[in-house]
């Protein structure tokens, strides 16, 4: 194939003017020739995943872009100044896309001197603290220092409500935490379709029907919840969110509801989904937190006040800052308020266009695959990692529950099919398409998407939970700029909404020279509440921005079924309210000292 000397995003831009592992090293990497052409692969995930002609009602000016730099003009791979989260303008939407943008851009910056070392980004050097995983004892997480190690990366991603519980997702599209299981053994008891509860002794999947038998041996036919469950309010500003319990049959996973009625669920459904690249690679994540964070949360001590918000004003950084110099401590950019970044990672090798991701060299688990049903951990290896996907989370002026904004690599997944607003006022429906080389969906795919094949068991070892061997998943990304097809018409529309995003995307990445490989990710959505406002429900529609966005890489089983709103739920699913309970890891970390 040929192409004009000519990229992508120069096109959109002539078009807008006319109208627990060691770190070895970490590296941007550029494409092996210098010029205006990337590389056939990017040219044709560009092409497919990010239209050229939306309407520009959230275009970002290229003079506002070359501001963030700071040698004042955008330079290859040049160094990015954060947005300035205390003097940030509170206007929707577009303020808080270009301060997603700007933060992205910022953290994935190369490390300045000015950061003290320890790792190729900012989001990696001393600036910034990495969180551990939880401890199996006690729950609690801790700071690591970034000195140029990241202690580990979890392979295990495991989704959490808003009570810290695991969450599985029915064929409705209802959330559901799944409750701690009971001590000693439980018997399985189910409600029949006649309504009387029946002791069950075996359980079947086959072809993907499930069959129940009692202690005779005989079919029971369950009832399955089909009306909407009730939802018992929970804690003092939390979601209300219903309850599940878990019993495991034969390896088979059951759920039921507090009245025994059993939750329709895909049989990948599982407290521990393992997401597998089509190049093997189980996908592994990471959790950092800058110095405004990790010094606000030492300075509450042991325990965290329920109440306690983050900061979002000067007065309230002042006392951080206060703090922080009295323990010897400045920070480099106290600006940018609170900031949680989570991210997302594969194995490099064997990914197309490897050279076109930001990457890390790290020390990973082996398997030994000689049972393609079970990979057991056998030992480490050192490998080249590739980042797929990025959340980035920060506490703003007038938004204490905090702006949430995700970012992915262009080429990793398909869209659904969606609508956006064109330059000429109409709008241009782009239908599904599968094809090409994706690092989380095979070409050409017509699915299943979506649902979880692997999960790890107890021992650590990843097992296939809906179809057998262990291995790749197929995702494709359902909303693809974050708004559902069935947005009330009452409110902005989808088109309208993803036009915004598209818009952001390509007047940003318009102006990123070509070579820095931070034009091949793209912000996908990012949402907040309507004057950082508490408490709301479900239908209140106080969740804006891209309300329904979800990052493939790490809400993947979260998407719902199709792009529309049902079964699909925003970060404040999940992360409720306007306090730091938000951050799931904030009140379970301990003190820096």
């Given at each position: 194939m040929?192409f004009?000397?000519?990229?992508v995003?120069?096109e959109a831009?002539?078009?807008r003017?006319?109208?627990y592992?060691k770190?070895?090293?970490?590296?941007?990497?550029?494409?092996l020739v210098?010029?205006?052409i990337?590389?056939a692969?990017i040219?044709?995930?560009?092409?497919?995943?990010?239209?050229?002609d939306?309407?520009?009602g959230?275009?970002v000016?290229?003079?506002?872009v070359?501001?963030?730099?700071k040698s004042?003009?955008?330079?290859l791979?040049?160094?990015?100044n954060?947005?300035?989260?205390?003097?940030f303008p509170n206007?929707?939407n577009?303020?808080f896309?270009?301060w997603?943008?700007?933060?992205?851009?910022?953290?994935?910056s190369?490390?300045p001197?000015?950061?003290?070392g320890g790792?190729?980004h900012?989001?990696?050097?001393?600036?910034?603290f990495?969180v551990?995983?939880?401890d199996?004892a006690?729950?609690?997480?801790?700071f690591?220092?970034n000195t140029?190690?990241i202690?580990r990366f979890?392979?295990?991603k495991?989704q959490?409500?808003?009570?810290?519980?695991p969450?599985?997702?029915d064929?409705?599209?209802?959330?559901?935490e799944?409750?701690?299981?009971q001590k000693g053994v439980?018997?399985?008891?189910i409600?029949?379709?006649?309504g009387?509860m029946?002791n069950?002794?075996?359980?079947?999947?086959?072809?993907g029907?499930?069959t129940f038998?009692?202690t005779?041996?005989r079919?029971?036919e369950?009832?399955?919840?089909s009306a909407?469950?009730?939802r018992a309010l929970?804690?003092t500003?939390?979601?209300?969110?219903?309850?599940?319990?878990r019993?495991d049959i034969?390896?088979?996973p059951?759920?039921l509801d507090?009245?025994?009625n059993?939750?329709?669920?895909?049989q990948g459904q599982?407290d521990?989904?393992v997401?597998?690249?089509?190049n093997?690679?189980?996908i592994?994540?990471?959790i950092?937190?800058n110095?405004?964070?990790a010094?606000?949360?030492t300075?509450?001590?042991?325990s965290?006040t329920?109440t306690?918000?983050?900061p979002?004003t000067q007065?309230?950084?002042?006392g951080?800052i206060a703090?922080a110099s009295g323990?010897g401590?400045t920070?480099?950019?106290?600006?940018a308020l609170?900031?949680e970044?989570?991210?997302?990672?594969?194995?490099?090798?064997?990914i197309?266009?490897?050279?076109?991701?930001?990457?890390?060299t790290?020390t990973i688990?082996?398997?030994d695959k000689?049972?393609p049903?079970k990979?057991?951990?056998?030992g480490?290896k050192t490998?080249?990692?590739a980042?797929v996907?990025?959340?980035?989370v920060g506490?703003?002026?007038?938004?204490p529950?905090?702006?949430w904004?995700?970012?992915?690599?262009?080429?990793?997944t398909?869209?659904?099919?969606?609508?956006?607003?064109?330059?000429?006022g109409?709008?241009t429906?782009?239908?599904?398409?599968?094809?090409?080389?994706?690092?989380?969906?095979p070409?050409?795919?017509?699915g299943?998407?979506d649902?979880p094949?692997?999960a790890?068991d107890?021992s650590g070892n990843?097992?296939?939970?809906?179809?057998?061997p262990?291995?790749?998943?197929t995702?494709?990304r359902?909303k693809?700029?974050?708004a559902a097809?069935?947005?009330?018409?009452?409110?902005?529309g989808p088109?309208a909404s993803?036009?915004?995003?598209?818009?952001?995307?390509?007047?940003?990445?318009?102006?990123?020279?070509?070579?820095?490989?931070r034009r091949?990710?793209?912000m996908?959505?990012?949402?907040w509440?309507i004057a950082?406002s508490?408490?709301f429900?479900?239908?209140?529609?106080?969740q804006?921005?891209t309300?329904?966005?979800n990052?493939?890489?790490?809400?993947?089983?979260?998407?719902g079924?199709d792009?529309?709103a049902?079964?699909?739920?925003?970060?404040?699913g999940?992360h409720p309210?306007?306090n730091v309970?938000?951050?799931h890891v904030f009140?379970?970390?301990k003190p820096?000292?």
């Amino acid at each position: 194939m040929s192409f004009k000397p000519k990229s992508v995003v120069a096109e959109a831009a002539t078009r807008r003017t006319t109208n627990y592992m060691k770190i070895k090293s970490i590296t941007i990497r550029r494409p092996l020739v210098f010029c205006l052409i990337l590389s056939a692969g990017i040219i044709d995930s560009l092409t497919q995943t990010v239209p050229v002609d939306p309407d520009v009602g959230c275009s970002v000016s290229s003079g506002t872009v070359n501001g963030w730099f700071k040698s004042g003009t955008a330079t290859l791979d040049g160094a990015v100044n954060p947005a300035n989260s205390i003097s940030f303008p509170n206007n929707p939407n577009c303020s808080f896309y270009e301060w997603s943008y700007q933060m992205f851009l910022w953290l994935t910056s190369p490390t300045p001197p000015i950061y003290g070392g320890g790792g190729g980004h900012i989001f990696e050097s001393a600036a910034f603290f990495d969180v551990s995983p939880p401890d199996s004892a006690t729950g609690q997480r801790t700071f690591i220092p970034n000195t140029g190690f990241i202690k580990r990366f979890e392979v295990l991603k495991r989704q959490v409500g808003p009570n810290r519980l695991p969450v599985i997702i029915d064929k409705q599209g209802r959330m559901f935490e799944v409750e701690p299981p009971q001590k000693g053994v439980t018997p399985l008891r189910i409600r029949s379709s006649s309504g009387r509860m029946v002791n069950i002794s075996q359980v079947k999947h086959e072809e993907g029907k499930t069959t129940f038998l009692d202690t005779e041996g005989r079919t029971v036919e369950p009832r399955i919840l089909s009306a909407n469950p009730k939802r018992a309010l929970l804690l003092t500003e939390r979601q209300p969110v219903a309850r599940a319990r878990r019993f495991d049959i034969n390896h088979i996973p059951i759920f039921l509801d507090t009245s025994g009625n059993v939750i329709d669920v895909e049989q990948g459904q599982a407290d521990g989904n393992v997401l597998i690249a089509q190049n093997g690679s189980p996908i592994y994540y990471g959790i950092s937190v800058n110095e405004v964070f990790a010094y606000f949360r030492t300075m509450q001590g042991a325990s965290v006040t329920p109440t306690l918000f983050f900061p979002t004003t000067q007065t309230e950084l002042n006392g951080i800052i206060a703090f922080a110099s009295g323990h010897g401590k400045t920070f480099v950019d106290p600006e940018a308020l609170a900031i949680e970044v989570k991210t997302s990672w594969i194995e490099a090798a064997g990914i197309p266009n490897a050279n076109e991701y930001i990457t890390t060299t790290a020390t990973i688990p082996t398997y030994d695959k000689t049972d393609p049903n079970k990979w057991i951990p056998n030992g480490q290896k050192t490998v080249t990692l590739a980042m797929v996907g990025m959340h980035v989370v920060g506490s703003t002026k007038g938004h204490p529950e905090m702006i949430w904004a995700t970012f992915e690599h262009v080429g990793i997944t398909p869209n659904d099919d969606y609508s956006y607003r064109n330059s000429v006022g109409g709008v241009t429906a782009v239908p599904r398409n599968t094809a090409g080389t994706w690092v989380f969906c095979p070409n050409n795919s017509t699915g299943p998407f979506d649902q979880p094949r692997n999960a790890l068991d107890g021992s650590g070892n990843i097992v296939p939970v809906s179809a057998s061997p262990v291995g790749p998943d197929t995702v494709i990304r359902r909303k693809a700029w974050g708004a559902a097809s069935d947005v009330s018409p009452n409110f902005r529309g989808p088109a309208a909404s993803n036009s915004e995003i598209i818009s952001v995307n390509n007047t940003v990445r318009a102006v990123l020279i070509p070579g820095d490989v931070r034009r091949n990710y793209i912000m996908t959505g990012s949402t907040w509440m309507i004057a950082g406002s508490f408490p709301f429900t479900t239908f209140s529609f106080t969740q804006v921005g891209t309300s329904k966005m979800n990052n493939t890489t790490m809400e993947t089983f979260m998407q719902g079924t199709d792009n529309r709103a049902a079964g699909t739920f925003n970060c404040f699913g999940c992360h409720p309210g306007n306090n730091v309970g938000v951050s799931h890891v904030f009140t379970d970390l301990k003190p820096l000292f």
